[in-house]
């Protein structure tokens, strides 16, 4: 399966966390890659993953991929409801 950016978003949660297990096994630098881009914290990963060493990966890293995304889009969704600056320029 190729998984990208996009792709991300539409996938369930344990198609989520089979990908990541693929990317694990198969492409651990694309899975490097996919996380960089994305902007998960690299410390807060490390701390997740060694806080549960018997826990699987994939679900973990999944989890905080999903956590990631839904704090980009509420980003985003709080600078469209922002006027533009030109905006209350006019007003003026």
Not at 40 to 46: I, Y
Not at 55 to 65: P, R
């Amino acid at each position: 399966m190729e998984i990208n950016l996009q792709s991300l978003e539409k996938l369930d949660t344990p198609s989520l966390e089979q990908a990541i297990n693929e990317l694990i096994k198969n492409d651990f630098s694309k899975l490097v890659q996919l996380l960089y881009r994305i902007d998960v914290s690299e410390a807060k990963l490390k701390n997740i993953l060694n806080a549960n060493p018997n826990e699987d990966a994939g679900k973990l890293i999944a989890q905080i991929i999903l956590e990631r995304l839904a704090a980009t889009k509420k980003a985003r969704e709080s600078f469209k409801s922002q006027p533009r600056i030109y905006d209350t320029e006019e007003r003026l």
